[in-house]
């Protein structure tokens, strides 16, 4: 019969004959993970794809090997016939940009801030997200929120977009036109904080009514004009120097990354030594200089997650303490038939109620450069490394603006006296 199969005989065993593999890229399993193996033909080119999927080759991983190498093969696809170039997952993005090598860990806001439009974007590719997905996204994140707020998150997410969009990388041509408001981004005067209003009586009076492990905190603050992350977590027992006329101290953790020596005036010297008198015995020279009021290291835990947090209970237990005070004093006062002394004690109370610990670093520019100090010394101390920084911390002095207007010089003779211009034109 020749070849011919006898009809109704079982076929033959096909089981190492071989069998044509499907056109395009397949998957495979090599060195336990799954791969992307094959040839893509596009309009007429042929494209090789060599990669890794990175996920392990098991039966549970299959599907998710197989959405990578569609949505790789529709990226080729996408470049070669409409000339757009590859892009990446947001996702993938995300993941490389906050674990990227770096000489001083992202902050924690920057981190939540990626972590969050990860969260919202989770299979999308960069290039594909339209501009009226981003802006409906930020839109409902920072809605009731101040726009300095937004612009503060929005910093975030273009810091993130801009290193997705340079070279090499190059996964977004053009960054989401999203809007921004250029008065807060960029405000042309500080904040509407009363720092001029702050007078030295009140920043004593606060520290009084702290706890006692708040106290030297805030002198200190008030000394430096250093930040709660720089006092809580930068420094250490050793980086201090608590001598009259040679106090100083050191901060290590600082959000530019520098280390930061300021000058401790003689009373922050004096609130820090009987602060360590009370906290006790010291093991280490290397432990943290300020500890909680029971005497453990402040957590990073809200610090490196951008919330702070570090030693709000105690700061708003004193203002409100401070408060208080005040609002007594005000009352004494207007039984006492003094109604002026009263307005000024509320007032007072009303200032107390706003300020944040941040002011001290307002309050400290300010202060320094209406006394005449040089730029030089105000960034040194303050630690800021662009000058424009430290002058967009100081605010308006009037008294000292009237000073130097009354003191500019008149006609030839450089009379100053509005009495001697109006007895020389007699």
């Known amino acids: 019969m020749g070849r011919k199969r006898v009809p109704g005989a079982p076929g033959g065993d096909l089981a190492g004959r071989h069998r044509k593999a499907p056109p395009g890229p397949r998957i495979v399993e090599r060195a336990g993970h799954w791969y992307v193996i094959g040839t893509l033909r596009v309009d007429g080119r042929s494209v090789r794809i060599r990669r890794s999927t990175q996920l392990p080759a098991r039966p549970e991983f299959r599907s998710d090997a197989d959405a990578l190498r569609d949505r790789w093969c529709t990226t080729i696809r996408r470049e070669v016939v409409h000339g757009v170039k590859p892009t990446v997952a947001l996702s993938v993005a995300a993941y490389q940009y906050l674990n990227r090598p770096r000489t001083r860990p992202l902050n924690g806001f920057d981190v939540s801030v990626v972590k969050e439009i990860t969260a919202r974007f989770p299979r999308d590719d960069l290039a594909a997200i339209s501009d009226e997905r981003w802006n409906r996204f930020i839109d409902k994140r920072q809605a009731g929120n101040k726009p300095q707020t937004r612009e503060r998150y929005l910093d975030a997410v273009f810091t993130f977009l801009n290193w997705c969009a340079e070279s090499p990388r ?32 009140l920043i004593a009076l606060m520290i009084e009514n702290a706890w006692w492990h708040m106290r030297p905190q805030l002198a200190v603050e008030w000394s430096t004009g250093a930040r709660v992350s720089s006092i809580v977590h930068g ?27 300021a000058a401790l005036h003689d009373w922050a010297v004096d609130a820090v030594l009987a602060y360590l008198e009370r906290r006790g015995a010291i093991k280490s ?36 303490r401070t408060v208080k005070v005040l609002l007594r004093r005000s009352v004494l006062a207007r039984r006492a038939g003094d109604p002026p002394a009263a307005r000024q004690h509320r007032e007072d109370a009303r200032l107390v109620a706003q300020v944040t610990q941040h002011w001290f670093r307002h309050k400290l520019s300010t202060t320094l450069l209406s006394q005449g100090t040089d730029l030089r010394t105000v960034m040194s101390q ?13 605010h308006t002095v009037t008294s000292v603006q009237r000073a130097a207007v009354d003191a500019l010089p008149i006609g030839i003779d450089g009379v100053t ?9 007699t």
């Not at 006296?417 to 034109?425: D, G």
Request: proline share 6%; glycine share 10%; charged share 30%.
């Open 285 to 320: 020279r290397e432990e943290p200089l300020f500890l909680t009021d029971v005497g453990k290291p402040y957590s990073r835990k809200g610090y490196e997650a951008g919330m702070g947090g570090q030693n709000k209970t105690a700061y708003r237990g004193m203002r409100c």
């Open 382 to 394: 303050g630690g800021w490394r662009d000058p424009r920084s430290a002058l967009r911390y100081a």
């Open 170 to 201: 190059e996964w977004i041509t053009r960054l989401p036109a999203i809007d921004r408001d250029s008065e807060a981004r960029k405000p042309k005067s500080p904040s509407r904080r009363r720092v001029v209003d702050l007078r030295p009586d």
């Open 235 to 261: 420094c250490r027992v050793c980086d201090a120097v608590l001598v009259h006329g040679r106090g100083q101290i050191t901060f290590h953790d600082t959000k530019n990354g520098d280390s930061v020596t």
């Open 417 to 425: 006296s509005a009495s001697k211009v109006q007895k020389s034109a």
